[in-house]
């Protein structure tokens, strides 16, 4: 049986505010019937990824004050979270220069794992990568919205809602603050730490200064981690630009370990009580939690809505297959290839391992039907 995924085209077709992005978005929601998936008087978090300073290509708050309207219609309280990718207390005035605020949004913004990333319970993953830890603001959480802002992801290759609650659903650590139950046991199911070749290294400090931990040291030159710091995000390895640092997990593995963590996440609510909405806006090729915005790959194909995550990812990726890549982007002069999305090819990994791997879990289903909003 298919899923349903709701696409609202970016497209306008007059000068009014009415058939516009967001004025068709704000009629969508009007029309859409919300309460059939959150309860009256709940507390709905808003799950979101509040982006990094510097990474300015997020979700744009009139889009998320939307939704936040929306839920307080039913009548429901809604408020905005993500778990720490940086400190808490810095991720919140990240958040705050955003535009991600209590006073812009009509919701509160919090951290759902709290001010030291802790704040979390146990939820069974499954193989391979066993008992991990939820942020507790999703797993008290009888209902939830992901808003999910679409961008390439050098592991995952599509940021997409299921990479959205997997990393960001999954908390840091555990509230005894280790990290193999937390998200870092994603990057390392193939080994403890980072690998570094020393020849490759030029001593850049890269890795240093981008570290969430400021974990990094360079005694006597030699790329030194102190490992109970460590969140094991791998962030280093992603910024070295001699590919002198190296995560030892597979694509293949990593691939699967997402979307187990997915499952994590959703199984801790009732079946039908998550709505995901992706936007398909501003699409950068990095994570939203690297401290840069690159030019956007390719133009914008709108907002995606479903109640199934595997659906609205692939759907996703199909759009994603058909694009032009735009000038000046990373991914200018790229050689298209049948089937594989834009961010697969600027990765050179298949994106597809994703959806294909939750849908084996039964997280849903790679079959969907389309319903268009002009």
Same mark, same amino acid.
């Given at each position: 049986?298919?899923?349903?995924?709701?696409?609202?085209?970016?497209?306008?077709?007059?000068?009014?505010?009415?058939?516009?992005?967001?004025?068709?978005?704000?009629?969508?929601?009007? !029309?859409?019937?919300?309460?059939?998936?959150?309860?009256?008087?709940?507390?709905?978090?808003?799950?979101?990824?509040?982006?990094?300073? #510097?990474?300015?290509?997020?979700?744009?708050?009139?889009?998320?004050?939307?939704?936040?309207?929306?839920?307080?219609?039913?009548?429901?309280?809604?408020?905005?979270?993500?778990?720490?990718?940086?400190?808490?207390?810095?991720?919140?005035?990240?958040?705050?220069?955003?535009?991600?605020?209590?006073?812009?949004?009509?919701?509160?913004?919090?951290?759902? @794992?709290?001010?030291?990333?802790?704040?979390?319970?146990?939820?069974?993953?499954?193989?391979?990568?066993?008992?991990?830890?939820?942020?507790?603001?999703?797993?008290?959480?009888?209902?939830?919205?992901?808003?999910?802002?679409?961008?390439?992801?050098?592991?995952?290759?599509?940021? #997409?809602?299921?990479? !959205?609650?997997?990393? #960001? $659903?999954?908390?840091?650590?555990?509230?005894?603050?280790?990290?193999?139950?937390?998200?870092?046991?994603?990057?390392?199911?193939?080994?403890?730490?980072?690998?570094?070749?020393?020849?490759?290294?030029?001593?850049?400090?890269?890795?240093?200064?981008?570290?969430?931990?400021?974990?990094?040291?360079?005694?006597? !030159?030699?790329?030194?981690?102190?490992?109970?710091?460590?969140? %094991?995000?791998?962030?280093?390895?992603?910024?070295?630009?001699?590919?002198?640092?190296?995560?030892?997990?597979?694509?293949?593995?990593?691939?699967?370990?997402?979307?187990? $963590?997915?499952?994590?996440?959703?199984?801790?609510?009732?079946?039908?009580?998550?709505?995901?909405?992706?936007?398909?806006?501003?699409?950068?090729?990095?994570? @939203?939690?690297?401290?840069?915005?690159? !030019?956007?790959?390719?133009?914008?194909?709108?907002?995606?809505?479903?109640? @199934?995550?595997?659906?609205?990812?692939?759907?996703?990726?199909?759009?994603?297959?058909?694009?032009?890549?735009?000038?000046?982007? %990373?991914?200018? $002069?790229?050689?298209?290839?049948?089937?594989?999305?834009?961010?697969?090819?600027?990765?050179?990994?298949?994106? %597809?391992?994703?959806?294909?791997?939750?849908?084996?879990?039964?997280?849903?289903?790679?079959?969907?039907?389309?319903?268009?909003?002009?």
């Amino acid at each position: 049986m298919s899923s349903t995924v709701y696409h609202i085209s970016p497209h306008s077709k007059s000068f009014t505010y009415e058939n516009g992005l967001q004025g068709k978005f704000e009629q969508f929601l009007k !029309n859409f019937e919300i309460d059939k998936y959150i309860g009256k008087d709940e507390t709905v978090p808003l799950k979101i990824h509040l982006g990094g300073k #510097g990474a300015f290509r997020t979700i744009r708050p009139q889009f998320v004050r939307q939704v936040v309207r929306a839920v307080k219609s039913i009548p429901a309280k809604p408020f905005v979270t993500d778990s720490v990718r940086i400190p808490a207390y810095d991720y919140l005035e990240v958040a705050k220069e955003a535009g991600y605020n209590h006073l812009t949004l009509d919701a509160p913004v919090v951290i759902a @794992d709290g001010m030291y990333g802790k704040d979390s319970l146990k939820s069974r993953a499954g193989e391979p990568i066993g008992d991990v830890y939820i942020a507790s603001a999703l797993y008290e959480a009888k209902s939830m919205v992901v808003l999910t802002h679409v961008k390439g992801h050098i592991q995952a290759v599509l940021g #997409g809602a299921i990479k !959205n609650i997997s990393m #960001g $659903g999954v908390s840091n650590e555990s509230h005894h603050g280790d990290w193999h139950e937390g998200r870092g046991k994603m990057h390392f199911l193939m080994g403890d730490i980072m690998e570094w070749d020393q020849e490759k290294c030029i001593l850049c400090y890269d890795c240093m200064k981008v570290c969430p931990a400021e974990c990094i040291t360079f005694p006597d !030159n030699i790329y030194t981690v102190d490992k109970d710091k460590c969140w %094991r995000c791998g962030r280093c390895a992603r910024v070295c630009p001699e590919d002198a640092i190296h995560v030892p997990v597979t694509h293949e593995k990593f691939m699967k370990a997402v979307a187990e $963590g997915a499952n994590a996440v959703t199984s801790t609510f009732e079946p039908k009580r998550i709505i995901y909405i992706n936007f398909l806006t501003e699409m950068q090729p990095e994570c @939203d939690c690297m401290p840069i915005a690159e !030019n956007p790959v390719a133009q914008d194909q709108g907002i995606l809505i479903s109640d @199934d995550p595997v659906a609205i990812d692939t759907a996703t990726l199909d759009i994603l297959s058909e694009v032009e890549p735009l000038p000046g982007s %990373r991914a200018e $002069g790229i050689k298209k290839k049948d089937g594989w999305d834009i961010f697969s090819l600027l990765h050179q990994k298949d994106g %597809r391992l994703q959806v294909m791997e939750a849908e084996k879990i039964g997280l849903g289903t790679i079959d969907y039907t389309i319903e268009k909003v002009d």
